[in-house]
């Protein structure tokens, strides 16, 4: 079953990384993702007339996620339908949460390298200081970043079989993300109700747990933020599990799987 | 027992039209037909675009929940039992798209085994099994974007024999095809259907339904016209209707003719 | 049929066939919002000129480009796929005129991703908005739509030339709201990517229309004369582009997917 599931992987990743050479590889996903990265950092910059910008760097690597786990996990679905292969994988006895896992696997080893090549490039940017970094506890943060961004991802896949607005709803949450994430500026500088709406965002904790990864040690409020990440990645997972039945029947009922 | 088995299907489609206040519009695409089909058979549903086929084969392969009535496939209901069905039957449509573009013949065949779980070297052995049945051996490692129609459309047809399955569902899989790629494919349906798998396929090419439906039922307007074996279709054809040319030999497309365009005097 | 109705008519249907696409919808409606709160949540402890300058301005300015730019790049695409683009490529029509008239009617539409950047802005900030000289920012918005424009005319011909029209559309995003200073002044960038900012005409018609807010960021003339320098530099680029797309698009064959 592992062997069938990496099976998969590989070429769920050929696909994805087929039409591309190196060059390109190269200008769209590690181009975007710092350039994305250097934009938000350079505006941090000119506001804060460059106090300490490790913050920044540490919060929009952590962001980077949103582009494999929301775009390319959320939009598994969308882009089966475009190409017309999504009745044949709707109609075969594969748990369809599986199929988007399949996808997802290039997604996030992918999106852990960009991170990795974002956040060292940026830091030599912005000169981070390495040798403060705590990297046991920050690779634990990058874990369950991923963790639970992948669970929103698989969250939002299944939505594709019921609507044809997927780049509506893909591309809002990417953004809300990075809003919610606190990578760009504090939460508490929103309203009350959107500082709760965070809480159920992925990323809000890891970023924070992140930026105590700098210099700090394995403290409780560390532990806390991780634990609470990983927690709201499995209510993700299950709330994916759960709709993955209901909406596919809601689909075949409605006929909303290619006709709209 | 029937493999397939439908009675007074009818499906509907709820339909939004305008740009702002979605006007709701509902299109009854199948209007309660019944036919059934038997262990071996190759069956024949005709009619013209619209007529509710591919809504019919949707239904038939567990897509699509039917509105009302009876669609079973091998004894179970393709709603709400998909999973004693989605293993043991499978699918062919018409058409350049359904394929990984990216990869290879042999990577998509592998892929879509996978969705099938089978084991490794079951699939492996399936896979070259069939990459020689549709005469792509040698071609297995080129990528599909670059295959012609008829070479992408052979690429579906072994899709679609991944399982091995029992019953298999065609929409127009010959539509694009030059005559040689479509006798070919012809050619690949008698043989799978030698072995036992029963076919129900839908067509245009009238020629093709004569020569490989042992019954045919031709629908319109999403309701059944007729349903009977190709030559007993034929001979319902009023001589009048015939054209002088072709009295000797009344083709099939002849009698489809008639039947399309005066439903109510055939 | 006359030029003028050849771009009437590309202009009406590509403002059709856009606003039905949901992506648009974001574009034009939600996208602006939250890059708003983005940038206004970024810029909340800044100078009042600045909140103008790169919150109202900038958000503005930035959605503007990306519905200019996304829309253009991606019609390429669409049409590509849906097998039209070798259909209009060899009409008798003018395929430029064609273009154009995309362009023009996103433009229109883009105006409103604009508008309502703004309007966002002070909505939900409440920040006076001060603005030193009003018909120098008219004119300024102007050009500046003129220039997006000529750049997207550019770009559109560029991607005409590949088949990957989505990986490439994606790559300008962001790095032209970086290097063109849409939402922090270019001189926060080291001075060797300031010289490559120079060559693009967006960056003055920004520096442009902030001038026309502050008056005291940068001079006129210093703005005006490189915008309309950058900007013929760009239309002639774009002509000679055309001639040389018409021919190699037939040689590399990746006018449709087959």
Redesign the interface.
Known sequence: MMQRFFSQAWLNAKVHQGGLNLTEFLAYRVGISISTLLLYVLIAQYTTEGVDLTAWVVGNAFALCVYECIFNIGGTFNAERFNGRLRAIMVSPTSKLTVIMYNGISSIVVGFLTISAAFIIGGLIFGVQFSDINFGMFVLAILAAAFTCVGLGLFLAVFALITDSMYLVLNTLAMLLIIFSGANFPVSQLPVFAQYIANIFPLYRSVAAANLSMGGNFSAEFQQLLLGEIALGLAYYLAAFVLIKVIERIAIRKATLEMF | MSVIEVKDLVRDYVIGEGLFNKKKKVVHAVKGISFSVEKGEIFGLLGQNGAGKTTTIKMLITMLAPTSGICKVLGYDTFGQEKMIRNRINFVFGGEYGLYRRLSARDNLKYFANLYKMPRKERDERVEELLALVGLTDRADTRVETFSKGMTQRVQIARGLINSPEVLFMDEPTIGLDPLGAEMLRETILEVNSKGTTVLLTTHNMYEADELCGRIAIIKEGELLALDTPAAIKGRLTPRKAKPAVQEEITLEDAYIQLVKGGDDA | MKSSSVLLTSMLVQMKQT??R??F??TLF??PF??T???G??????TAD?FVA?VVLGSGLWSLWNCIAFSSAGDIHRERYSNTLSIIFSAPADFRLILLGKIFGNTVLSMGSFFLSIFYATLLYRHPIIVNNWPLLIAALALAIVAFIIMSIFIAYLLTLSR?TT?YM??LE??F??ICGF???IE??PQGVQYFSWIFPPTWAVRLLRYSVTETAYGFWENFIPLVITMAVFAVLAAWLYRIIFRQSKILGTLDMA
């Open positions: 606003f039905s949901n992506m919808k974001f939600v996208g939250l890059t709160i983005i940038l949540e970024m810029y909340r402890h800044s600045n790169y990957k990986i994606n790559c962001i790095p709201a970086l939402v922090f002044p926060n960038l």
